[in-house]
């Protein structure tokens, strides 16, 4: 609806941004995704941005409707406030005022800055949460003011850049860094309201953008700009539209016709009307490489990294001092953001496993997500755009443990958080993600299957084949997975997974969380619950007897394995137990143990 722009920065100035801001990018995201080469030509930049907003977007949103509900500030930004999915809050009493509803500026700017650092996503988008979290320091700076001037948001903006930079292992010149950097100098000598700032700041980004080509070799092969840098001027031209309540206009930058601006296809030399993007030309000679990277190796050199590791972190400042340290000589893209307490940390390793247990020494890591590049990847090949592989699996996992052993095991993973549940469009990114032609899609969870329709008839109609097999629990997954042969044909692979996961029957052991009428009869708060296959079969009061109750009944029918996943929460000597009662009890089953961490079970048992 439109509105009188503000004059000043305030809470209800963050929040029409971040909305902007999610659009420009929604309308930006597959410009942006086909002109990310650097530092890994792997398509993704702009769909990272916009997940990066995303999150914000939702956290922002969650901090004003407890306010309009009449519970006040004093909530973590963090998400414990009401969801903005739920019910819309009721409207204001007489007795309120507007401001009772409306949080201050540093509630609001918080927690956009906190919403956009656990979702943030890839190079771009962790970048991108620091950059916000620097204003938001600023801004909370002044306590609980109800809004800033055009001095605040010049001196925010100046901060953004610069604990961005420093946020970043390797700076160098001609990425979303430079760009930023270009945003808050231009901001620094305008003069006036918010709104002539956020103008500065749009046209020194967008300037600076024109000229990344000649600062990365990468790209003016290529030719074109830098994705971050476009997606950073796109976020730029909401807050001009929030703060002047005009769209920028595209405006010609001398020596580059058609600068990529919002609304604008991001090709140098190419005119706006006519959008093309380029295919990256592979490097001819060392010469032509940047010496250094902005997150990253400029040319990323032959057998370079393999995986993009990715995870939020609990740690101190000095923890995470020494992380820094640990991960830089691993790999490299290291970009670590956040503080006080928190952080999101990104780097580009060949050895995932040793980039997470540095997590692990220095706090407590979670929400990991381990990317495999892939055969044909630009690590690989020399710097040519990475091609789609003929077929991939995607899995919906339970828990940090199992990500990482269907990771390994060559599978794209989304994580299933206990009571977060992915929504269509976290599957329909993964399967992007897996970048192939082909994709095998592992709801894992009965209670995901229309979810996971809905992602695989989306990614259909982008002219991906999808084939969905309906798996119920993560074991059978695990069945699955473990026949998987991308060699054969596509239909005979998907069979023959489909019957080993039909194969598999399923167990998971959970504690009643209160009263109430099961197959088994009635259990009471704290009892043991053996499901099998879905329904509870078993109610009990001690986990591992309950857990050999459930495991004899699954092999009375037969079977030759049996695999045992247990959860952070489970007894340490169940598995051990478990295992002697199957050597002792039924010759010729094959026992095997995976630890699956947070899952939200204590238990999970498949037989095959």
């Known amino acids: 609806m439109p509105q009188v722009p503000p004059t000043f920065f305030d809470a209800l100035a963050v929040r029409t941004w971040c909305g902007l801001a999610l659009q420009a990018l929604?309308?930006?995201?597959?410009?942006?995704?086909?002109?990310?080469?650097?530092?890994?030509?792997?398509?993704?930049?702009?769909?990272?941005?916009?997940l990066t907003v995303e999150s914000a977007v939702a956290t922002v949103e969650?901090?004003?409707?407890?306010?309009?509900?009449?519970?006040?500030?004093?909530?973590?930004?963090?998400?414990?406030?009401?969801?903005?999915?739920?019910?819309?809050?009721?409207?204001?009493?007489?007795?309120?005022?507007?401001?009772?509803?409306?949080?201050?500026?540093?509630?609001?700017?918080?927690?956009?800055?906190?919403g956009a650092l656990i979702g943030a996503r890839g190079n771009s988008g962790t970048i991108l949460a620091q950059l916000l979290r620097g204003m938001a320091q600023v801004f909370a700076a002044d306590g609980e003011a109800a809004h800033t001037d055009g001095t605040g948001l010049r001196l925010a903006l100046r901060h953004a850049a610069d604990s961005a930079r420093q946020a970043v292992a390797h700076p160098v010149e001609g990425t979303v860094l430079s760009v930023a950097s270009a945003a808050a100098d231009a901001a620094e000598g305008a003069e006036g309201d918010c709104g002539a700032v956020a103008r500065a700041a749009f046209q020194g980004a967008?300037?600076?953008?024109?000229?990344?080509?000649?600062?990365?070799?990468?790209?003016?092969?290529?030719?074109?700009?830098?994705?971050?840098?476009?997606?950073?001027?796109?976020v730029l031209g909401a807050l001009v539209e929030t703060l002047t309540g005009e769209a920028p206009a595209t405006l010609v930058v001398p020596g580059v016709a058609g600068v990529p601006v919002p609304r604008a296809h991001a090709?140098?030399?190419?005119?706006?009307?006519?959008?093309?993007?380029?295919?990256?030309?592979?490097a001819t000679s060392a010469a032509d490489d940047v010496a250094a990277c902005a997150d990253g190796p400029a040319a990323p050199e032959e057998g370079g990294p393999a995986f993009e590791v990715i995870y939020l972190l609990e740690a101190d400042d000095a923890a995470v001092a020494r992380l820094r340290a640990r991960l830089d000589a691993l790999g490299d893209s290291l970009v670590v953001v956040g503080g006080d307490g928190l952080w999101n940390v990104h780097v580009h390793v060949d050895d995932a496993g040793a980039a997470v247990e540095a997590g692990v020494e220095a706090g407590r890591p979670y929400r990991i997500r381990i990317t495999h590049f892939?055969?044909?990847?630009?690590?690989?090949?020399?710097?040519?755009?990475?091609?789609?592989?003929?077929?991939?699996?995607?899995?919906?996992?339970?828990?940090?443990?199992?990500?990482?052993?269907?990771?390994?095991?060559?599978?794209?993973?989304?994580?299933?958080r206990p009571g977060e549940p992915p929504a269509s469009g976290a599957l329909v990114?993964?399967?992007?993600?897996?970048?192939?032609?082909?994709?095998?899609?592992?709801?894992?969870?009965?209670?995901?299957?229309?979810?996971?329709?809905?992602?695989?008839?989306q990614a259909r109609a982008e002219g991906i084949r999808v084939a969905l097999i309906p798996t119920r629990s993560a074991v059978q997954g695990i069945a699955a997975l473990a026949v998987h042969e991308p060699d054969r044909r596509f239909d005979e692979d998907v069979v023959a997974m489909t019957s080993a996961a039909g194969a598999t029957r399923y167990a998971e052991l959970a504690v009643a969380e209160r009263q109430s009428w099961t197959m088994a009869g009635i259990c009471q708060a704290g009892d043991v619950l053996g499901l099998i296959d879905g329904d509870v079969a078993v109610i009990g009061s001690d986990v591992t007897t309950t857990a050999e109750t459930v495991l004899d009944r699954m092999l009375q029918a037969g079977g030759e394995l049996?695999?045992?996943?247990?959860?952070?929460?489970?007894?340490?000597?169940?598995?051990?137990?478990?295992e002697?009662?199957?050597?002792?009890?039924?010759?010729?089953?094959?026992t095997v143990v995976y630890r699956g961490g947070r899952q939200g079970s204590l238990l999970l048992i498949g037989v095959e």
């Open 374 to 416: 892939g055969a044909g990847d630009v690590h690989t090949r020399g710097g040519r755009r990475r091609e789609p592989a003929q077929r991939a699996v995607v899995a919906v996992v339970p828990g940090e443990g199992l990500a990482g052993l269907y990771t390994e095991a060559g599978a794209t993973t989304v994580l299933a």
């Open 206 to 234: 967008r300037a600076a953008l024109a000229a990344t080509p000649g600062q990365l070799a990468v790209l003016e092969r290529a030719g074109v700009v830098d994705a971050g840098g476009r997606g950073l001027v796109a």
């Open 62 to 114: 969650a901090v004003f409707a407890g306010h309009e509900a009449g519970f006040g500030g004093d909530r973590d930004a963090g998400g414990a406030s009401p969801s903005p999915s739920a019910s819309p809050s009721p409207a204001l009493s007489p007795s309120s005022s507007l401001a009772d509803a409306v949080p201050s500026l540093a509630d609001a700017a918080r927690a956009m800055a906190h």
């Open 562 to 578: 049996v695999t045992i996943v247990l959860g952070d929460e489970a007894p340490e000597a169940v598995a051990a137990h478990l």
């Open 429 to 457: 990114e993964a399967v992007r993600r897996a970048h192939a032609r082909e994709v095998v899609l592992l709801p894992n969870d009965a209670d995901l299957r229309h979810t996971a329709a809905a992602a695989a008839d």
């Open 267 to 282: 090709r140098v030399g190419e005119s706006v009307a006519a959008p093309a993007v380029a295919t990256p030309a592979v």
């Open 26 to 50: 929604g309308r930006a995201r597959e410009e942006i995704d086909a002109i990310n080469v650097y530092p890994v030509a792997d398509g993704d930049t702009g769909t990272n941005l916009y």
């Open 580 to 590: 002697a009662r199957v050597r002792e009890s039924y010759l010729a089953v094959d």
